[in-house]
């Protein structure tokens, strides 16, 4: 069944209205609440009048003239040269030019993982039903780093899931979708940088990062099996990623004992197996 791309473009032009109606005219001298007229490039920016507008565009903190491309994540999904061609989440877009807080771009994130969850069900319940000798699975991938990126350290997660449409991705009808994951677990700063990005190795992070990591792993675990029924059938773990072995994941397996879909298999970053 092809995937719906679009999953999230809902709460994304709910979020861009928020911002709108707290920020108003973009125009920084201007803020005239009654603005209407949209970027046509962006269609997040609004001003009151063309003079607003060409003003935005050259000053300010932020000229518009720099940041249009940010608020659709840096560029337009048919030019962007990695990412598979996909838009980025509009969420970290507002966030890196600072017009929604780090609270609301970690909700907005996780409305994100729920979107993508919702669709992936909804094809994976039609390729089911249409799957007559028992191959396919309601299962997905994940491949999850920590980077350093807007200032803090954050766990990062792309998805794999299967689309009978798909052209890209690990393999015949699979594609990857980015940015399923985007949470902070830590503050970032120069040494933190360093350690986490040295000039060779895989990098690492402190013990409280790392417990953070594995309690935002574990939710979006249990969350995909008991809300939407889909097992995660294999993780890539990969920079900062390296410590995690199958004893970080004991408690979530007994929650998953009896779930629907109890059946994980995630490959350590030591070769081993945990399975739930």
Not at 34 to 54: F, L, N, P
Not at 100 to 121: G, N, V, W, Y
Request: aromatic share 8%; charged share 30%; with cysteine.
């Amino acid at each position: 069944m092809p995937f719906n791309h679009n999953f999230a473009d809902e709460d994304e032009e709910n979020l861009i209205g928020v911002v709108r109606k707290s920020r108003g005219c973009f125009n920084f001298q201007c803020r005239d609440p009654a603005a209407t007229k949209r970027c046509t490039m962006c269609h997040v920016a609004i001003y009151c009048s063309k003079e607003c507008q060409e003003a935005d565009w050259k000053y300010g903190k932020f000229p518009h003239k720099k940041v249009c491309k940010l608020y659709r994540n840096n560029i337009a999904p048919d030019t962007r040269p990695e990412g598979n061609g996909q838009k980025g989440p509009v969420a970290i877009g507002l966030l890196s030019v600072g017009l929604i807080t780090e609270e609301i771009c970690s909700k907005a994130m996780r409305d994100r993982a729920d979107a993508f969850l919702a669709e992936t069900k909804r094809c994976l319940d039609i390729d089911l039903k249409n799957d007559k000798y028992g191959f396919r699975k309601a299962t997905i991938g994940l491949a999850a780093a920590v980077v350093c990126n807007l200032g803090k350290v954050r766990l990062q997660c792309a998805a794999t899931v299967h689309d009978s449409e798909a052209e890209i991705g690990f393999g015949q009808g699979m594609m990857t979708v980015n940015h399923i994951i985007f949470e902070a677990v830590g503050e970032g700063g120069d040494e933190v940088q360093k350690r986490l990005h040295p000039a060779s190795g895989e990098g690492d992070i402190s013990e409280d990062c790392r417990d953070r990591v594995v309690e935002k792993l574990k939710a979006f675990f249990l969350r995909a099996n008991n809300k939407y029924g889909i097992s995660i059938q294999s993780v890539n773990f990969g920079r900062g990623l390296k410590w995690i072995t199958d004893d970080d994941f004991r408690d979530a397996k007994k929650e998953l004992e009896g779930a629907n879909g109890g059946n994980m298999i995630i490959w350590m970053p030591d070769g081993t197996m945990w399975s739930g």
